[in-house]
């Protein structure tokens, strides 16, 4: 039972993680690419690390789940796209304030 909780978490992770990565490009912050590329390298690897005799334990599973519900949680920031916090600062759209405009 372990195992097959296990792999549902290790599918979401990588779903979340393509989910993600397909919304990335190069107006991305490389911190936030390079942590998409690890999780989806760490979510490939416990994809298939069963396979060669690695079981994991309950701690284990347990910190997946809670990384697994973040994503979850995130994904609604991401639904629009890459959120502007995320975005390199000169990618980002300027946003004048209708205030601003009253000075001109």
Not at 17 to 40: E, H, M, N, P, W
Not at 60 to 85: D, E, K
Request: net charge positive.
């Amino acid at each position: 039972m372990k195992l097959v909780i296990w792999y549902l978490l290790m599918l979401a992770l990588l779903w979340s993680v393509i989910y993600r990565s397909a919304l990335a490009d190069k107006t991305t912050r490389f911190r936030i690419r390079l942590g998409l590329t690890g999780t989806g390298v760490a979510s490939a690897v416990g994809t298939f690390a069963p396979i060669y005799g690695w079981a994991p334990d309950a701690v284990t599973v347990l910190i997946v789940l809670a990384i697994v519900n973040m994503q979850v949680a995130f994904s609604h920031f991401w639904r629009h796209g890459v959120p502007p916090q995320y975005v390199k600062p000169e990618y980002r759209t300027a946003h004048r304030r209708a205030t601003d405009l009253e000075h001109t």
